[in-house]
Structures are given as structure tokens and as C-alpha cells.
């Protein structure tokens, strides 16, 4: 395999200690906190793995909260897009409608990756990477 599609190569150069990872797409730009990785050298598969694990969180009273008091409209799109992501899920639709509404359901159907940028918005320090 190619080096540049490792897991394992820096996240950005050069390298750093931290990467905060802002979404702004869809319902997700309501959610309040950003993904944020703080480890020696953050690679390619950290900021992976962190964006997987914080979308894989069930969504907050606090975060529906903000979403439902925008519109009535988002609040629907988001129980929407749980139900279509429930409904991919062959012979385990009923265990992950259980689950309830996740973060990932704010994405809708927006679920590829397109890349990442730096930002600089004086969120962090000068040693961190937003992205």
C-alpha cells in the first residue's frame, strides 16, 4: 500500500500534538463541541478513528435542544435521517432503532469524506491544527 493512504502517516505537516476537527455541514454544525485529538504526532488514522467515535455517540438533550429550537423542520430531517440509517442496517434495524439518534444522523446523507483544511480562527493555540 502506498504510504500517503496510511493510517499511520502525520494527520497534517508539520506534525503536531493536537487537531481540532469543526463540522460544518448540515445539522452538524449545531452539534457544540468540536472533535478534538491531543496525542504525540496525531496521525492520519487518529483523526479517523476520533471522527468515527464522535459520530457514533448518541445525540444530546442539550444538542436536539438547539436543533429543535432552530425549526421544527431540522428536527424532523434529523429523526429522518435516523430512521433511513436505521433502515441500511440489514436484520439489525430494530436493535440500532433502540439505539436512538446518534451525531451521525445530523450529517443526513453526507457521510463522505471530502478532505480537511486548515482554519484559523484563534480557537487554539499556535502549536494545534484546526481542520
Same mark, same amino acid.
Given at each position: 500500500m502506498n504510504e500517503a493512504f496510511s493510517?499511520?502517516?502525520?494527520?497534517?505537516?508539520?506534525?503536531?500534538?493536537e487537531?481540532?476537527?469543526?463540522c460544518n455541514t448540515g445539522l452538524a454544525q449545531?452539534? !457544540?463541541? /468540536?472533535?478534538r485529538i491531543r496525542k504525540h504526532k496525531v496521525s492520519c488514522g487518529d483523526v479517523f478513528w476520533a471522527i468515527y467515535e464522535y459520530f457514533?455517540?448518541?445525540i444530546s438533550r442539550d444538542e436536539v435542544d438547539v436543533i429543535?429550537?432552530?425549526s421544527e423542520d431540522d428536527y424532523r430531517r434529523l429523526l429522518e435521517a435516523c430512521y433511513r440509517r436505521c433502515s !441500511?442496517? /440489514?436484520?439489525?434495524?430494530d436493535i440500532?432503532?433502540?439505539?436512538?439518534?446518534?451525531?451521525v444522523d445530523c450529517l443526513d446523507d453526507r457521510t463522505a469524506w471530502w478532505g480537511c483544511g486548515p482554519l484559523h480562527l484563534g480557537l487554539t493555540s499556535s502549536s494545534s491544527h484546526i481542520v
Open positions: 493510517s499511520n502517516v502525520p494527520a497534517v505537516f508539520p506534525e503536531t500534538d487537531i481540532v476537527v469543526v449545531d452539534l !457544540r463541541h /468540536p472533535i457514533q455517540k448518541p429543535k429550537g432552530r !441500511r442496517a /440489514p436484520g439489525l434495524a440500532t432503532r433502540r439505539q436512538g439518534v446518534k451525531r
